[in-house]
């Protein structure tokens, strides 16, 4: 079927559409990532004001309790070891060809997606509370890194049918609504 598409071109621009947004997405969570690592290093090399600006950034979204931090010459990363792996889980999972819309066919097998690979984080997060164990450095960034990577499967095909929709090229601009369809 696939080789079939193929032949018209459909499935061939549809691919393309999504090469570019995994690099489009591969440049923003690399980015992320390197201002997270790159904090600590500014710091270290007399560029305290820009270290400055990468800490505020990230400051509404993690808690950067020192502790709970990894470190480079005695600075502190940008966020805490959870937040560090779901940044370098995102930026990774688009390094490879997978995407949980190449094997997903259903609304119930995506919400199976997303509960096996939540449940690390949401265990680790859960655990220490109930008495289980005491997270680590390791267990908090693990469990970062299976979240990480979950939401850049489900992003990937999601921002590149949004970014599609918005193309010219898309084979429902222009036409008339479907029985239903609001216009």
């Known amino acids: 079927m696939k080789s ?6 459909k499935a061939l621009e549809e691919e393309r559409g999504m090469a570019t947004t995994r690099i489009l997405l591969m440049v923003l969570c690399g980015s992320i990532f390197a201002a997270v690592v790159g904090a600590p290093i500014l710091a270290t090399h007399a560029h305290p004001l820009a270290a400055a600006f990468l ?8 808690h950067q ?20 792996g779901i940044y370098l889980g995102m930026f990774l999972a688009l390094l490879t060809p997978f ?43 693990a469990a970062g890194m299976a979240f990480g990577a979950l939401i850049s499967s489900l992003l ?19 036409a008339a609504p479907l029985q239903g369809e609001i216009e």
């Open 55 to 62: 800490y505020l950034m990230f400051s509404p979204v993690c």
């Open 4 to 9: 079939v598409m193929m032949a018209n071109g």
């Open 99 to 141: 995407t949980a819309a190449g094997f997903l066919r259903s609304a119930w097998e995506t919400r199976v997606w997303v509960l096996v690979l939540a449940a690390p984080m949401l265990i680790d997060v859960a655990a220490p509370h109930l008495g289980w164990w005491v997270s680590t450095p390791l267990s908090r960034f």
């Open 65 to 84: 309790i020192p502790d709970r931090c990894f470190s480079f010459s005695g600075q502190a990363w940008a966020v805490c070891h959870r937040c560090s």
């Open 156 to 174: 990937l095909p999601g921002i590149s049918e949004l970014l599609d929709h918005g193309s010219p090229k898309h084979p429902r601009l222009g």
